[in-house]
Structures are given as structure tokens and as C-alpha cells.
């Protein structure tokens, strides 16, 4: 495995300058973590500190990887969500968390949002709350 495949990854920290820019060169491996052994990441830019996994469907999923890499590979294979309940052998709804959570990763296009995109579909955020500094 090469030691510099972080093209994958991106900062996680909101307010970085290389937040959401993958392959930025920010990256580096200041540690290791869990009995697994993840690799924490360390960013040059905000010197934040997180987990490989943090932005992933595999951070805080309280699965095995392997099973958590099963319904996404049958998601990407076209199946519903209860047939791959079945097939991997989990509960429906961690079925759904784990699709809702893939679905910006699986698409390569959003590069610039990647993790932190649960909000608004409609795009730039609304100013809705009257809160002034
Ligand atoms: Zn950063």
C-alpha cells in the first residue's frame, strides 16, 4: 500500500484553507489509532488532527469494516436497500445511514464539498437565522 494514497482524503476541518481539496499535499500520517491500527491524519495547514475514517460511512460505524465495505459494494451494484439488508446480513436502516452517508463519496464530482454536504440541496447557505456578531 503506498504511503502517500490520500487523494482520497481531505482535511475535515471546516474552517482550513485546504478543507475539502483532496490531494492537496496538506495530508500526513501523525499516528496510529484503535486496535486496528487507523491512521490518524495530521493537516499542515490548520494542524488539525482526525481520523482517516472521518467523513467516511466507516467513521463511527459500529460495524466491521468488511461489512460496511459489503452493502456499499452491493448498493454500487444496483441492489435495494432490504436485499442488501439480507445479503451482508445487517438491519435495513443501517443500510439506509450507510447509502446516505456514501452517496457524496461515491460520486467523484463533488470534490470540493465531500463530507461535510448534508444540508442544502439548493446550494448556497440561507441566511435565515438573524444572528449578528
Ligand atoms: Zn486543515
Redesign the pocket.
Known amino acids: 500500500m503506498p504511503m502517500d494514497d490520500f487523494a482520497r482524503h481531505c482535511?475535515?476541518?471546516p474552517d482550513?484553507?485546504?478543507?475539502g481539496r483532496r490531494g492537496a499535499g496538506?495530508l500526513s500520517v501523525c499516528g496510529h489509532y484503535g486496535k486496528n491500527h487507523h491512521r490518524l491524519l495530521y493537516?499542515?495547514?490548520?494542524?488539525?488532527r482526525f481520523s482517516e475514517f472521518k467523513g467516511t460511512p466507516y467513521f463511527n460505524a459500529k460495524l466491521p469494516h468488511d461489512k460496511v465495505t459489503g452493502v456499499l459494494e452491493h448498493l454500487d451494484d444496483g441492489c435495494g436497500t432490504r436485499q442488501t439488508a439480507r445479503l451482508v446480513g445487517v438491519c435495513k436502516d443501517t443500510v439506509t445511514r450507510l447509502a446516505l452517508l456514501a452517496g457524496p463519496h461515491a460520486k467523484d464530482t463533488h470534490d470540493e464539498v465531500v463530507a461535510f454536504s448534508p444540508g442544502d440541496p439548493r446550494g448556497p447557505v440561507r441566511r435565515e437565522v438573524g444572528v449578528r456578531g
Open positions: 482535511c475535515q476541518n482550513c484553507p485546504e478543507h496538506n493537516c499542515k495547514a490548520c494542524k488539525a
